[in-house]
């Protein structure tokens, strides 16, 4: 029995492996819901993350519309102790997700207002939504910008404006 399940183990190793060999990627692509039951091992991301995101939002009243307030940006600079205690990582991590899928989503999707639906782009929505914004306020709008040591800041995202939920 012990014998069978390392026979196991080793063959799920195996196709591991043999997972991450492109020329056999028309069998896996033949075979879609059985790749999902292999795991894909990588050390290192296979597309890491190059550049810096920043989120940033205005309100709009009465046609005023106000400056527009960094919300959020990555920070270069950590403590020491970021690799014990980050509780920021999630954040950071959930924020460059879906600023990467939206992204994404909105240089491919035919339609425009299928991005307006689009769970990264409500998800972003919500949070800009849940903050405490000006009494007076009505609207808001929010901005994706991105940047790099070689590059400079590009708008890579630009919200449609929304009514500030009142709570």
Request: proline share 4%; hydrophobic share 45%.
């Amino acid at each position: 029995m012990i014998l069978f399940i390392k026979g196991i183990f080793c063959f799920i190793l195996l196709l591991s492996f043999l997972r991450r060999i492109k020329k056999l990627d028309f069998i896996w692509n033949r075979f879609p819901m059985c790749t999902q039951l292999i795991p894909g091992w990588s050390f290192f991301a296979p597309t890491p993350n190059t550049f810096d995101y920043h989120l940033l939002y205005r309100e709009i009243n009465n046609q005023q519309v106000e400056e527009w307030q960094d919300l959020y940006t990555l920070e270069e600079k950590r403590s020491i102790y970021s690799f014990l205690w980050n509780p920021e990582h999630r954040f950071t991590k959930a924020f460059v997700d879906l600023a990467v899928d939206l992204i994404n989503f909105s240089h491919t999707a035919k339609d425009k207002r299928q991005v307006y639906i689009s769970l990264s782009y409500l998800q972003i929505l919500n949070y800009v939504d849940s903050l405490n914004h000006k009494p007076f306020s009505e609207k808001v709008q929010f901005l994706i910008l991105t940047n790099s040591r070689a590059h400079d800041y590009k708008v890579m995202f630009l919200s449609d404006v929304h009514p500030i939920s009142k709570r």
